[in-house]
């Protein structure tokens, strides 16, 4: 569409010559069928490989030469006035004005209006200076000023054309950078929360796993239940996996408690779990429930804690939880190499408003903290 818009010129270009030859009674000339009808048709051609170029952003030096050439020598070799043949002025003009400067395009328009009017006068005279020898002054003036006022507008007109497709041509091109973006945050958001459930998954399972080996030599019977748990935290991670697939899930923060505590005290670290008696937003609990996750698979692959005490207390409209335990040297290392799963729960956790911070907890401890706005996602 925005190519045939842009074809103005071609119409003008031939619009002017065919005019002419509908009031003109007889065959046409041997010069007009020889040079003017093949003119205009090498014009035509040179136009439409102008306004591809306008249209890629690419020049067309050539074709703008060419074409101007073309032109002065249809204008030399045809009779005409500015309304058939020194059309070809301004149709030229408003082809070459979508490859030029504003400044450039005042020049090109000026030039063609100027060459058109000196080839192709107004009525009979030599060129311009009808314009200034009665009796032909009075009736050319109003022909001229017509003429100027079509090669003037004519210019502008396309390049407002081309300026209003390039803004839809932005405008399309930032809707698909838009949704290129989405698509990539929803890669980010998925990546982070299989991290999630698949580390601390399977270092529960791995935990737990080394437990029953050491305890399948000396007690067969609990090794065997350490077992059964081993099963049950892979058919839950199955679970988990599949609804994080389908976008879909919450965490049971209670439930993921006493998880965590139990899979750190098989791992032989002593836990302690202090929680507020006030329930909380689902949004928020599944959310502390993730922080839980990652600090308990912290300071199971990072550690060398014998001890950890896992508070959450309401305070000022939000909820607050600290992991604290006793393995500050590793953890500490481990923090400062920025791991991905505390760079993703960082993220997380700012999404809705929150912070998370990880650092030492005073001498010889190690301490993970997240503070998230009950009200939710703001």
């Known amino acids: 569409m925005t190519l045939l818009t842009l074809t103005l010129g071609i119409v003008m270009a031939w619009l002017g010559p065919l005019s002419e030859l509908g009031e003109e009674s007889g065959s046409p000339g041997l010069l007009l069928l020889v040079v003017g009808v093949p003119g205009l048709v090498v014009f035509t051609v040179l136009y439409v490989r102008i306004l591809e170029a306008a249209v890629d952003g690419t020049p067309a030096r050539g074709e703008i030469v060419a074409s101007a050439v073309v032109v002065v020598i249809l204008l030399l070799t045809q009779d005409g006035d500015p309304w058939s043949w020194g059309l070809l002025g301004p149709a030229w003009a408003s082809g070459v004005a979508l490859l030029l400067s504003r400044s450039a395009t005042v020049v090109a328009t000026v030039v063609a209006a100027t060459v058109g009017l000196l080839l192709a006068p107004p009525g009979p005279g030599p060129g ?3 314009l200034l020898a009665p009796p032909y002054a009075e009736d050319s003036l109003p022909v001229v000023g017509a003429y100027l006022g079509v090669a003037a507008a004519a210019p502008w007109a396309n390049r407002l054309q081309l300026w209003f497709w390039r803004i839809v041509r932005a405008a399309e091109e930032g809707k698909e950078a838009q949704a290129r973006l989405a698509v990539t945050e929803e890669r980010l958001r998925f990546s982070r929360d299989l991290h999630d459930l698949v580390g601390h998954s399977l270092s529960a399972i791995a935990v737990k796993s080394e437990v029953a080996a050491k305890l399948s030599e000396v007690d067969a019977a609990r090794a065997a239940g350490e077992m059964d748990e081993v099963r049950i935290l892979a058919r839950q991670t199955l679970k988990e996996i599949r609804a994080a697939v389908r976008g879909y899930r919450t965490v049971d923060l209670a439930a993921e408690l006493r998880a965590m505590t139990a899979v750190l005290e098989a ?11 006030d329930q909380m937003p689902e949004g928020t609990a ?9 600090g308990t698979t912290n300071v199971l692959r990072h550690s060398s804690a014998t001890t950890c005490r896992i508070t959450i207390t309401l305070r000022e409209g939000s909820a607050v939880l600290e992991m604290t335990n006793d393995g500050v040297d590793r953890a500490a290392r481990v923090d400062g190499r920025g791991g991905t799963g505390l760079v993703g729960l960082s993220e997380r956790v700012a999404a809705i408003g929150g912070t998370v911070t990880a650092g030492p907890g005073g001498p010889g401890r190690f301490r993970l903290r997240a503070t998230v706005p009950l ?3 703001r």
């Open 128 to 130: 311009l200076g009808l």
């Open 286 to 294: 599944t959310l502390l429930a993730w922080v839980v996750r990652e």
């Open 375 to 377: 009200e939710g996602e």
């Open 267 to 277: 791992g032989g670290i002593r836990c302690t779990l202090e929680t507020p008696s």
